[in-house]
């Protein structure tokens, strides 16, 4: 608390380590996955798709525009590899409690320019999310400064954003399945899960 206000530097903390975490986690798939998925000879060539945006945009420009990307410098099996461990890297600095601007910023760009050329692979919600939170994230922390508790607090507008980013995850996950199934309005569709996912046993 300062001046009777609270000044979230626990939650800070806590929260950037555990964006770290999920970083780590993000960048190691995407080092395990991309060539097989999006790579030259993957299943869902980037080259040939982002070769698609730019014709369907009217130029390369263009189609950084409708999909903004590293990957329109240059696009190869090694920037693919090169990206997701430096990103991997980056996210290992993060969770052990190093964090600054330059640092949050560079895993947002790093991993916002892998969700577009991930095509389907990457189009559900939960990468969104994490490019919305690593965005918000870089205004949390100072410019410079990256140990675990820099002297200036984090503003409080941040948090509050990262608030709503959480009651909007909420509800529409709960407004999307009212919507959907009619399984959700008959209270049915654990019955379903239950009999086809693969859940573990005891």
Aim: proline share 7%; charged share 15%; net charge positive.
């Amino acid at each position: 608390m300062t001046g009777g206000r609270p000044s979230f530097w626990l939650t800070r903390f806590a929260l950037l380590r555990l964006l770290g975490v999920v970083y780590v986690f993000a960048f190691l798939a995407a080092a395990r996955q991309l060539v097989p998925l999006v790579g030259h000879d993957g299943l869902t060539p980037a080259d040939t798709f982002m070769e698609a945006v730019a014709r369907a945009s009217g130029s390369r420009w263009d189609g950084f525009l409708r999909l903004p990307s590293l990957f329109w410098l240059h696009l190869s099996d090694s920037t693919l590899l090169a990206c997701s461990w430096t990103g991997f890297t980056l996210a290992l600095v993060v969770a052990a409690g190093f964090a600054n601007a330059f640092v949050l910023g560079a895993l947002w760009v790093l991993y916002a320019s892998i969700v577009p050329v991930g095509q389907e692979w990457y189009g559900y919600g939960w990468e969104i999310q994490l490019v919305e939170t690593g965005f918000l994230a870089i205004f949390l922390v100072p410019l410079v400064d990256g140990r675990p508790f820099p002297r200036r607090a984090p503003p409080a507008a941040v948090i509050w954003l990262l608030r709503w980013l959480i009651a909007r995850i909420m509800w529409g996950a709960g407004l999307i399945k009212l919507r959907g199934d009619p399984c959700w309005r008959q209270l049915t569709c654990l019955d379903w899960h239950y009999e086809t996912q693969p859940i573990p046993n005891p």
